[in-house]
């Protein structure tokens, strides 16, 4: 008799898991995210974790991180959110757009969620209407895609009306009010654990 033993690429090319640790909102961490994922993609990893610790960035890298979990979500890989720490502004959105029952926060985690900034923009009145009014666009675009992934499509104006309650001010949270308004799934930080069955076939 012989044994045929197949082991999955996951098994046969790395020793743990990957993931990613955010910190900073930039071309060069998106990139960086964009190709760890893509490993775990070719690994056929279930779950990817990234870890958020900053205090937010700029729309554009925040814009492009959700398109890329997206893009990976579509091709079957499961996102979990941590946050031991703070995570604010982008890096809350970010933590949000977790799979649900995946956003986990650490005992004494911060969340900090507002909207977004529009920075100077030099030039003639229209040109910084056209700047501004993009803003507000982009705005409501992210809200939504946040709204609808964590409340469902019903909901997709969620997130602006909660801060529209809050007259726009800074929207702190400590990690029991983000379980209680589901933007977190649970207390505690996580430790995620493989476990491999092996399949045996006989062949004649």
Not at 5 to 12: H, S
Request: hydrophobic letters at 40%; aromatic letters at 8%.
């Amino acid at each position: 008799m012989n044994w045929n033993i197949t082991a999955p690429n996951f098994v046969e090319k790395i020793n743990s898991p990957k993931s990613f640790y955010l910190t900073e909102f930039s071309a060069g961490a998106t990139k960086a995210l964009n190709d760890r994922i893509n490993e775990a993609i070719e690994l056929g990893q279930p779950i990817f974790s990234i870890s958020i610790e900053t205090p937010g960035g700029n729309v554009s890298s925040l814009t492009a991180i959700l398109s890329i979990l997206s893009s990976a979500r579509n091709k079957g890989l499961q996102i979990a959110t941590i946050c031991a720490g703070e995570a604010c502004s982008a890096g809350a959105l970010v933590f949000c757009f977790g799979d649900n029952g995946l956003r986990f926060m650490g005992e004494h985690a911060t969340l900090m969620v507002h909207g977004f900034q529009a920075g100077q923009y030099p030039g003639r009145a229209t040109e910084q209407k056209e700047y501004f009014d993009r803003v507000v666009k982009q705005e409501t675009e992210v809200f939504e895609v946040i709204s609808t992934h964590m409340k469902g499509a019903k909901k997709k104006h969620w997130l602006k009306s909660e801060l529209g309650k809050r007259k726009d001010i800074d929207w702190y949270l400590n990690a029991t009010e983000a379980i209680e308004c589901g933007v977190a799934s649970h207390i505690g930080l996580p430790t995620f654990s493989l476990k491999l069955t092996p399949e045996i076939s006989i062949e004649l």
